[in-house]
C-alpha cells in the first residue's frame, strides 16, 4: 500500500489546535436609513447606514409568505417587527424613511417598525411619478 506517515513533535497535530473564535465586529450606528419597496406581489425592506451601504434586509417571500400573501399588510408588519429586531441589536436609534411602490404593505410595514421603540427623523415618498405619461396610440381608423 502506501508507507505510513511519521509525524515529529509539531503543534499540527488534530487535538493541539486551539479552536479559533470569529468576533462579530459589526459597527454601531445610531441613524440609518430605512427603505421600502411595496409592490403588489411583495414587499421588501432594507436597513443601511448614513453612506447609503447595507446594513439588514428582507422581504416578506423570505418569511416563508406565498403567493399572493407576500404582498399582504400582514406579511410587512411581520417584516417590519424583524427588521426593527435586527436594528436594535445594530444600535439604531433613529431612521428616516424613503417608501416606494403602490402596494398595501406601506403604512403596515412602518408603523410595525416604529412600534419597537425606534425613532422617526422623516418620510419621503419616492415612487415614481410620469410627467405626462406614455405616448397616446395613435388615432383609430374605421
Known sequence: MGEKRITTGDSTEAGTEAPVKKVASRKRHAVGMLHIQSTYNNTKMMLADSGGNALAWSSSGALG????????PFA????????????AA???KDVAVAINGVGSGREAGLRSFLAKGIGLLSI?????VP????RAPRARRV
Open 124 to 128: 419621503a415618498d419616492i415612487t415614481p
Open 65 to 72: 409568505f406565498k403567493g399572493a400573501k407576500k404582498g399582504t
Open 90 to 92: 445594530i444600535g439604531i
Open 76 to 87: 410587512a408588519s411581520k417584516l417590519g417587527e424583524l427588521l426593527a429586531e435586527k436594528a
Open 131 to 134: 410627467h405626462n405619461g406614455p
